[in-house]
């Protein structure tokens, strides 16, 4: 008996994935389809798959075509499928050509024309494309287009930026054109916004009253009513509102919520996190800092992330101690916010102009989880217990710091009509709620 195995992701099942695996089947007697994993689609980049895993395998289940279905979940798996299976030929269509030669070794390598005119990317931009104005500054700017190119379904209209001196400079960067807000407005479908964040209420609210879907760095504002309104908006029309927090798309960071959540280390007492970054001078002047970012800004949305994901809204009170610029109270160097719930408390250190390590600890009565630092852009997180032989290492290779994951997550969220599950309307409400107690003065100094 001739074995055969072949593999895909079958997103969307085509006629030219039914001929590849029909031809496959012919090669053969017994044909093996291996279907790829979410994770190890992402991993080696396909990050706009439309279906399941369950829904593909149940493409290619329904094709009749296959004997056995498997899945592939990690690289250099084919040649251990190979061995176990005790496979005859391995094939795959030709824009594969030459790739997999390295079987050769282990089985035959058979290259299937592949066919023409037909393709699952080609398929999910007919039913959606979006077009995506960019706003704000220039070095996230020039990040999220760069990113932007590793999705499929959108392209950069334009972009309106806060500081024209720096017009030059974006035109040779990105080769798309600038414009005023209410052109790009009227040429987009969706608006991607990183101005400073006194200004985000505004051309948020701006952009929803125009019924166009909005990205906004976080935070989306400066305090919860604002936050509520601008949701409200954006229901009242029919069009998504996100916060962008690029952590809440990160592999590792979304693991080990679940990890924690699933009881891993027994009941959760207590997160520490901390986030600093170097960036801002205190010498600055007035009118650089009304620029930059204060600690809470900057940083306040990241650290409420994972507090929010796991203790919930519902705390019993809050301390915040901040040190903040001498003639300015608005302008926070280092904050630490303690929030007590009712079994436990968050601990979280924030800093523009204060640097320490910055590591994430949350510890259960079973054990605790170590992310190094940085944390928030982590691929490695470890589960440590008393007796270090049950300890448990986790790796997840993150691409493009979770930005390229937001977009798509934003553009996913657009063809639903369903916001992302990671970042909801009430992790941003949670968020805006604690910076708005900031702002109203809520706070004690050092
Ligand atoms: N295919 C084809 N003609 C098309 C589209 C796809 O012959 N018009 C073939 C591909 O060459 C591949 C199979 O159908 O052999 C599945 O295609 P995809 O779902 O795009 O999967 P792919 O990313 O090619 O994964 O480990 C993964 C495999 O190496 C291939």
Same mark, same amino acid.
Request: proline share 0%; net charge negative; no cysteine.
């Given at each position: 008996m001739i074995k055969v195995i072949t593999y895909g992701t079958f997103d969307m099942l085509h006629y030219g994935h039914r001929r590849l695996l029909e031809r496959a089947k012919a090669l053969g007697d017994y044909l093996i389809v291996g279907v790829t994993a979410e994770d190890f689609d992402r991993s080696r980049g396909k990050i706009n798959v439309r279906q399941t895993l369950m829904d593909r395998i149940e493409g290619v289940r329904a094709t009749g075509i296959a004997d056995e279905i498997i899945v592939e979940e990690y690289e250099g798996q084919k040649i251990d499928d190979i061995l176990r299976y005790d496979i005859d030929i391995f094939t795959v269509g030709s824009?594969?050509?030459?790739?997999?030669? =390295?079987l050769n070794e282990y089985c035959k390598v058979v290259y299937l024309e592949r066919t023409e005119g037909v393709s699952s990317t080609e398929i999910r931009s007919e039913d959606s494309y979006t077009r995506l104005g960019v706003v704000g500054d220039i070095p996230h700017l020039l990040k999220f287009v760069r990113e932007s190119k =590793?999705?499929?379904?959108?392209?950069?209209?334009g972009a309106f930026l806060s500081d024209s001196d720096k017009e030059v400079e974006i035109i040779e960067h990105l080769e798309i054109p600038t414009m005023d807000y209410d052109s790009l407005l009227e040429q987009s479908d969706a608006i991607y916004i990183t101005s400073h964040p006194s200004k985000h209420y505004e051309q948020v609210k701006y952009a929803l009253n125009k019924r166009k879907n909005v990205l906004c760095e976080a935070p989306i504002s400066l305090n919860k009513k604002e936050c509520e309104e601008l949701f409200e908006i954006a229901k009242e029309n029919g069009v998504i509102l996100m916060e962008a927090l690029k952590t809440a798309f990160s592999t590792a960071y979304s693991r080990l919520i679940l990890l924690a959540k699933s009881g891993k280390i027994g009941n959760i007492v207590s997160i520490d996190a901390t986030c600093t970054s170097l960036s801002y001078s205190p010498v600055s002047s007035a009118e650089e800092r009304a620029k930059a970012w204060n600690s809470m800004c900057a940083w306040g949305p990241t650290a409420f992330l994972p507090v929010f994901g796991l203790f919930g809204s519902n705390y019993k009170s809050m301390d915040m101690v901040c040190k903040t610029e001498k003639d300015d109270d608005s302008f926070d160097l280092f904050t630490r916010i303690n929030l007590r719930y009712e079994n436990a408390v968050a601990s979280l250190r924030i800093g523009k102009g204060v640097k320490s390590e910055s590591e994430m600890i949350i510890s259960g009565e079973k054990g605790y989880i170590y992310v190094p630092s940085p944390w928030w852009k982590t691929d490695y997180f470890e589960l440590r217990y008393e007796n270090p032989q049950n300890n448990r290492r986790y790796f997840y290779q993150l691409d493009g710091e979770g930005i390229r994951f937001e977009i798509a997550s934003f553009l996913k969220a657009i063809r639903t009509g369903k916001p992302a599950a990671f970042l909801s309307r009430e992790a941003s409400v949670f968020s805006s709620s604690i910076i708005g107690q900031f702002y109203s003065g809520d706070f004690s100094k050092i």
């Open positions: 824009d594969w050509e030459g790739k997999f030669d =390295y =590793y999705v499929n379904g959108v392209e950069i209209t």
